[in-house]
């Protein structure tokens, strides 16, 4: 088995909706500078391989319960470029949605970063569209996903030739001769598509790494196509480990079909590992998690507007099959209850045990908000110790369900550290992630060579 990849998916006020009410989380963005510049230096201290920004264009009061990291926060290429100061070996990952964005400027900035960087930036390009994203863009209608995602195919091409524009040696810097540029290795882009028209050549030189690696996360089938055609890593979205295996080996299908080399295409997955000392540890971080989450049964009146309305008790009900008139949240899931209960409602109990240790029937019992909390908040968590866990992912691993993941922490900074001095000194103890940073650039990091600038290699085939 090859080395995992793994990076963080960096929230500063935590993953969980309720990681921010932990004791000790951080908590207001206005000190996003401190809790970004702490993140790095945990992470660069273990030698993960990159820091990765997720991003929305838009926000509003609806996201307070459901996802409190995106209310107010740094945007992405600007957490970089603070990053690529602060930084000197980890990778650097920024989201941009090819939707709303302007391929020239985001070439010309990522270019700039790469520089800035010594070769350490990516890009997560995505193509999502949504009525707020449009409003704050000037759009009257939001475009179908097949137009969104040929813009997509046409952006990625023009960003690649772009960062082309510049071979290595066109700038000659001669100061004997007086010669500055050689015009000749100055290539204009003239790309003229339906969605997409640059005329180039970029104002940057080349990047460290040629290409920034570009990284792809979607699940509907154009974005799999996308993936597999034009990125370096297919950052997906997975249930289990048996789909994982299907749908990397599809991704990769698709890759070879496109006429690539289908081993240059990663697939990463986003994980919440709950870190503790011992299992029941890591079990009461995610119990404490759990009861810290808000269902609309905990405002006497109504939750406020917004407020998801899966997160209640009445959706419970309709869930497992049973009348929760006259119960509150913090009731305990009784063994008649749950005898009462649907196949779906033993499951969720059974998920709730493995997660926070809370048994029906036992001296700790599970409460509705647990069951509520978990069939709702959406996370891919393993709960355990950092052996179990380090275990859990070589599993994957070993299963050829992934190259690597996307590590999401609970809450910052307490489950990242957990996580970075815990779980990855046990990944490298299985040989399953390096010691030490063996490059100096994202690409080398990921395994992926520096593709040879376009124009350079056509010289050459003329020559
Ligand atoms: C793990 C994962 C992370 C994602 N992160 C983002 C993100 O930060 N920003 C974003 O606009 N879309 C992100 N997406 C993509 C959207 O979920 C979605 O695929 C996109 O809006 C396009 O949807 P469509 O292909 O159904 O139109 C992510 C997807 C996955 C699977």
């Given at each position: 088995m090859s080395r995992l990849i793994i990076g963080a998916m960096v929230r500063t006020v935590g993953a969980y909706p309720s990681g921010w009410r932990v004791d000790g989380a951080h908590r207001d963005p206005r000190d996003d500078a401190a809790a970004l510049r702490r993140t790095a230096e945990i992470a660069e201290a273990a030698r993960l391989d990159y820091l990765f920004f997720g991003d929305w264009l838009a926000t509003g009061p609806?996201?307070?319960?459901?996802?409190?990291?995106?209310?107010a926060r740094i945007d992405p290429l600007s957490a970089i470029t603070y990053l690529s100061a602060l930084t000197s070996r980890i990778g650097l990952i920024a989201t941009a949605n090819t939707t709303y964005a302007d391929p020239y400027a985001l070439a010309r900035a990522t270019a700039s970063i790469d520089l800035l960087s010594g070769g350490r930036a990516g890009l997560n390009l995505v193509a999502g569209a949504d009525p707020e994203s449009d409003a704050n863009h000037g759009r009257d209608v939001r475009e179908p996903a097949d137009t969104r995602y040929d813009r997509a195919a046409e952006f990625e091409t023009v960003l690649r030739r772009l960062w082309d524009s510049?071979?290595?040696?066109?700038?000659?810097?001669?100061a004997e001769t007086?010669?500055?540029?050689?015009?000749?290795?100055l290539h204009p882009t003239r790309f003229q598509g339906a969605h997409v028209r640059v005329a180039g050549?970029?104002?940057?030189?080349?990047p460290v790494q040629g290409h920034l690696p570009i990284v792809h996360s979607g699940t509907s089938p154009r974005a799999r196509l996308f993936a597999a055609r034009s990125a370096d890593v297919a950052l997906v979205a997975v249930p289990g480990i048996g789909r994982a295996a299907e749908l990397r080996e599809e991704l990769r299908a698709l890759a070879f079909e496109s006429g690539?080399?289908?081993?240059?295409l990663k697939v990463v997955a986003p994980v919440l590992p709950v870190v503790g000392e011992t299992r029941e540890h890591a079990q009461s971080i995610a119990d404490r998690l759990t009861e810290l989450v808000t269902v609309a049964e905990d405002w006497p009146d109504a939750p406020p507007p917004g407020f998801p309305s899966e997160r209640s008790l009445a959706h419970l009900a309709g869930l497992v099959g049973i009348g929760l008139e006259g119960f509150r949240p913090d009731d305990p899931v009784s063994p008649g209850l749950l005898a009462a209960c649907s196949p779906l409602g033993v499951e969720l109990a059974a998920l709730v045990a493995e997660r926070t240790g809370r048994v029906v029937g036992s001296d700790a019992p599970p409460t509705f908000r647990h069951l509520v909390v978990t069939a709702t908040v959406h996370a891919s968590m393993i709960v355990g110790t950092s052996e179990e866990i380090a275990a859990e992912f070589a599993a994957w691993a070993d299963a050829g369900a992934v190259d690597g993941f996307n590590v999401l922490s609970a809450t910052q900074p307490d489950q990242f550290a957990a996580f970075a001095t815990g779980v990855v000194p046990e990944l490298q103890r299985l040989g399953v992630?390096?010691?030490?940073?063996?490059?100096?650039?994202l690409r080398d990091h990921l395994g992926l060579e520096r593709p040879a600038n376009v124009h350079s290699a056509s010289r050459l085939l003329v020559e």
């Open positions: 609806e996201l307070e319960h459901r996802e409190p990291h995106l209310v510049f071979e290595d040696d066109a700038i000659v810097a001669d007086g010669r500055y540029l050689d015009p000749r290795k050549p970029l104002n940057v030189a080349r690539r080399d289908d081993r240059t992630f390096p010691r030490e940073y063996e490059g100096s650039t």
